[in-house]
């Protein structure tokens, strides 16, 4: 859990050129300063870091399955995704 | 009608990372050819080109900004930079409102294309990186270039194989020339050494394995280079009332298509474009001092090339001085007019002509004055530089002194 967090962190701090120190877990993308191309370039990130797949839709980022609100609810949707992950590889 | 000069030169190529160096190459006949290095090199039968060795684009762009740009843009907006600090010009107001960038590619992002095929076809990756439709488009140099320096009017990017620089630049000319835009970016950009690039065209059977002779009897094809070469082309009153150093000024431009083969030249189509250009820049043959050829060092190029030549200069063909630089910095495909404009105006601003390097034996097809691997001091007031595309697309710029 707290290696997940970690990597995110360490993702959201690269693209908003900050340190991890920095970064409030409430945070919305918008507030640190990622814009719309950015938060692309983060999904990517995360998908390449724990080879998973984030159900994103830029032209819809409201409606999609994952929420972005804030980087705690990202890391528990990464969270989550990578649980389903187990599950299907263990079932 | 407006007339048009050049105010500023940048480029990056096989001979130097500027101006300055690429024509002291040009002076020293020297070689910017030698072996290629990039991934799966050993897999190619043609391993030779004109790439650019020490260029880092981490020195010269940020990490944001090379997730945007593919090589052939990079060499693009380092070339624009030296162009357009060489022009004195700052875009604003009304200016950048109204002035743009024409650029000529043949691949655009190709290495972005294979460095993502490789990765979703050959590592069996799911995902590319998400910029990568925006850094492989072909017009991703010419509107990095608008973004750079704020050009608010007409760009967009041409693509007409070996010929893209100079249709690109025939653009930006009649533009200036007719009033729409007082100063138009434009040249080319090329960067395809990588393994799919050199691949497909070693499939045609063009390339040379040893080295780029043209005009020599004992021509075996045609070597590949990478590089961009940007110019500032601005309003001839303009440029004067703000006192700007003018290069050379361009005096005409013509295109023709051969309408005949894909890939096999036709004489009457060369010709019928380089008497185009003399015809639009009010020139007799007589004035020409210099050909910068497109020499491509292919037996079928040369020789349609130089009966091309024989036949719009006629008797005055004698006098005339012809080069295919090429043989030094690589054929750059859709960056290759552009480069090798830079001999032509170095021609007429600094009387050298750039000789064509690797010539060892005269063939009676080219029975030209082809200035054999030495350059040569010469007072031209007039010169061409000629571009023959694959389709049969040909695309001439004549250029005067001032």
Known sequence: MKSIRQEVLKIVAEQAVLDVSDIDLAASMESLGIDSLGLVEVIFAIEEQFDISVPFDSGQPANGAFDLSSIETIISGVQHLIEQKALLVDG | ?402
């Not at chain 2, 480029?11 to 002291?24: F, Q």
């Not at chain 2, 138009?184 to 040893?210: H, N, P, Q, Y």
């Not at chain 2, 189509?269 to 210099?290: E, F, I, K, P």
């Open chain 2, 1 to 402: 009608m407006k007339r048009v000069v050049i105010t500023g030169q940048g480029t990056i190529n096989a001979l130097g990372e500027n101006v300055p160096d690429t024509l002291a190459g040009f002076r020293e006949g020297r070689l910017g050819i030698g072996p290629l290095s990039f991934p799966d090199v050993e897999r190619l039968t043609v391993r030779i080109g004109g790439q650019i060795n020490g260029f880092r684009a981490e020195d010269h762009f940020s990490r944001h900004e090379i997730s945007f740009y593919d090589r052939f843009t990079q060499l693009a907006l380092f070339a624009a930079r030296e162009a357009i600090s060489q022009s004195g010009l700052i875009f604003a107001d009304a200016l950048a409102e109204s002035s743009g960038v024409v650029l000529g590619t043949a691949g655009g992002g190709l290495q972005t294309q294979d460095e993502n095929y490789r990765a979703v076809y050959e590592q069996g990756k799911n995902r590319v990186h998400p910029f990568v439709v925006p850094r492989l488009m072909n017009n991703a140099a010419a509107s990095h270039l608008s973004i750079v320096h704020n050009l608010r009017g007409p760009s967009f990017t041409v693509a007409s194989a070996c010929a893209s620089s100079n249709h690109a630049m025939g653009q930006a000319f009649n533009l200036v020339r007719s009033g729409q835009a007082p100063v138009m970016i434009t040249g080319g950009s090329e960067s395809m050494l990588c393994f799919g690039g050199i691949k497909a065209w070693e499939g045609l059977r063009v390339m040379s394995r040893d080295a780029c002779r043209p005009f020599s009897a004992n021509r075996n094809g045609m070597v590949q280079g990478e590089g961009a070469a940007i110019f500032v082309f601005e309003d001839y009153d303009r440029a004067r009332a703000r006192n700007a150093d003018i290069l050379a000024e361009v005096a005409g431009f013509a295109m023709t298509s051969d309408a005949s083969d894909i890939v096999m030249p036709s004489k009457q189509g060369a010709a019928r474009a380089m008497s185009g250009a003399l015809r639009d820049a009010g020139m007799a043959s007589a004035d020409v001092g210099y050909i910068n050829a497109h020499g491509t060092g292919t037996i079928a190029n040369d020789k349609t090339e130089c009966a091309a030549i024989a036949e719009v200069f006629g008797a005055d063909a004698d006098g005339l001085m012809i080069s295919s630089t090429k043989s030094m910095h690589g054929h750059l495909i859709g960056g290759t007019g552009a480069v090798e404009l830079l001999a032509a105006i170095m021609a007429l601003r600094e009387g050298v002509i750039a000789p064509t390097i690797g010539y060892q034996r005269a063939d009676p097809d080219c029975a030209l004055d082809v200035v054999p691997n030495t350059a040569r001091d010469a007072k031209v007031t007039a010169v061409l530089s000629n571009a023959f595309a694959f389709g049969g697309l040909n695309a001439v710029l004549a250029l005067r002194a001032i």
